[in-house]
């Protein structure tokens, strides 16, 4: 999903609280030559600006996390 909206010029932060996960997310990446930054944090826990995102894409985080009120806030 983060390459296909890179592709349509979209800036793309992908997040994950595992650093295997982010790493191959980057090897994901690599080979598709896009620009995404990425940022190891929980769901409940992002350290982002207020009002710095436009869109949220999650997968199965909600349902994963020790804390949905957190996520969902």
Known sequence: ???LLTGLNYSVTAIDGY???LEQARKNVGA???NIRF???KAHAIDLPNESVDLIVSRNAMGLSLHPKEVAA
Request: glycine share 8%; net charge positive; hydrophobic share 40%.
């Open 19 to 21: 650093s295997d996960r």
């Open 1 to 3: 999903m983060a390459i």
């Open 32 to 34: 598709s030559g896009k």
């Open 39 to 41: 940022l190891k944090a």
